[in-house]
Each structure stands twice: as C-alpha cells, then as structure tokens.
C-alpha cells in the first residue's frame, strides 16, 4: 500500500465520522514525531502513568495560555 493511497483513506475515514478539514499541509519528521511522542503520552495517562499525565497536563495548559487556537495558528503561513 503506498502512503498517498494510506493518506486518501485516512482522509477519507475522517469525513465519513463527522470531521472536517480545514486546511491540509506537508508534516515533515518532527511534526510527525512530536505527534507520535504525544499520542504515547496521551494513551499512558489514560492508563494511569503518572509522568505521561504531566506531560499531557503541561502540554494542555501551553495551548490553553496561546492567543490562538492551534487551528487558527495553523492557518496563517509566515
């Protein structure tokens, strides 16, 4: 399976459970392992891990103090 035919699916997948694109953009590594890093964090803290929950808690309190919500950072290139 090649990744734009992963891509397309995801997408696709994504309409079909209610949500809706904004904006679509190339994630190079470090995004795509900032994600990864804290999907991880995310399904610890679900499971009790106490250091993943303070990961997870100092992250949502960073993005609760920004002006802009990510969506909106996200739409304005520089």
Same mark, same amino acid.
């Given at each position: 399976? &090649?990744?734009?035919?992963? &891509?397309?699916?995801? =997408?696709?997948?994504?309409?079909? @459970? %209610? %949500?809706?694109?904004?904006?679509? &953009?190339?994630? %190079? ?6 994600? %990864? ?6 399904? @610890? ?6 250091? #993943? !929950? &303070? =990961?997870? #808690? ?5 993005? #609760?103090?920004?002006?802009? #919500? !990510? ?8």
């Amino acid at each position: 399976m &090649s990744n734009s035919f992963n &891509s397309e699916e995801t =997408i696709q997948s994504f309409l079909e @459970r %209610g %949500g809706e694109i904004t904006m679509l &953009s190339y994630a %190079g590594q470090k995004t795509v392992n900032r994600a %990864g890093r804290m999907a991880y964090h995310r399904d @610890r803290a679900m499971n009790g891990d106490e250091r #993943s !929950k &303070s =990961i997870v #808690s100092r992250a949502d309190e960073r993005e #609760s103090m920004m002006i802009f #919500s !990510k969506t909106e950072r996200h739409m304005v290139k520089p």
